[in-house]
């Protein structure tokens, strides 16, 4: 038990998929978990453990942008021993050829800052995910025959973004999509030896202003745990 995870020893598995929401954190493990149990509801962030073909995984949310998720993270790394961190969530997508309901693979995470600047200092660190759980994951998107893209996406520190320039900037270099977390897991994961990724469905359009309507979200999102669970026990 933690300052912000209330579960017992043990009761964390040592593989954790984390969805920004705690209620998408409900949602997808009465889905996709068999036996899921909440193991902790401190804050109202809830955390559940079950079990997917055989395997036993927690689904912890995280909150949104990265000094939130940098609290659980650190917390299930440092007192539950976790070795495999899935972020799961939404994005906004950057490129032309990246369409609402597609899946990215976040290779990389460039950002303006994180918690783990002051780390760094002047280094302009390049977090980037496991490769192995990268590779996993797109073979399980082709096979489930999901639109995947696989490349750098950028961690806003705001989610009402002001800067048009930046924008056009991530745009003109490849930046697939945005979203708020990424860049944190990915910098915890290789100050302690963990696996992550983040696997994100692109749920609006910052070029186009197409948004995923709230009917379609559930099944889109499905598809992104799937992705999740078969790479972290490919």
Not at 70 to 78: K, T, V
Not at 146 to 169: C, K, M, W
Not at 205 to 229: C, K, N, W, Y
Request: charged content about 20%; some cysteine.
């Amino acid at each position: 038990m933690t300052v912000h995870i209330g579960a017992k020893a043990g009761e964390i598995a040592e593989t954790v998929l984390m969805p920004g929401d705690p209620l998408r954190a409900e949602w997808a493990a009465q889905t996709f978990l068999t036996d899921a149990v909440r193991v902790h509801k401190v804050r109202g962030m809830y955390g559940f453990t079950g079990t997917w073909k055989g395997h036993r995984v927690s689904i912890q949310g995280s909150g949104m942008g990265m000094p939130s998720l940098s609290i659980y993270a650190n917390e299930l790394i440092r007192d539950f021993g976790v070795q495999t961190l899935i972020r799961i969530g939404s994005c906004g997508g950057m490129q032309p050829q990246v369409k609402v309901r597609d899946v990215i693979l976040a290779m990389t995470a460039s950002t303006l800052s994180t918690p783990s600047r002051g780390i760094f200092k002047d280094l302009n660190f390049a977090p980037c995910a496991d490769y192995g759980l990268l590779s996993a994951a797109h073979a399980a998107a082709v096979a489930r025959k999901v639109p995947v893209h696989v490349g750098g996406i950028y961690s806003s520190d705001v989610f009402y973004d002001e800067r048009p320039d930046l924008n056009e900037q991530m745009t003109r270099h490849g930046i697939l999509g945005v979203e708020m977390e990424a860049a944190e897991l990915y910098n915890l994961a290789a100050r302690h030896g963990r696996r992550a990724l983040a696997v994100l469905t692109v749920s609006d359009h910052l070029q186009t202003g197409e948004a995923l309507p709230a009917e379609d979200r559930e099944r889109s999102f499905g598809d992104m745990v799937h992705i999740a669970l078969e790479a972290a026990f490919a």
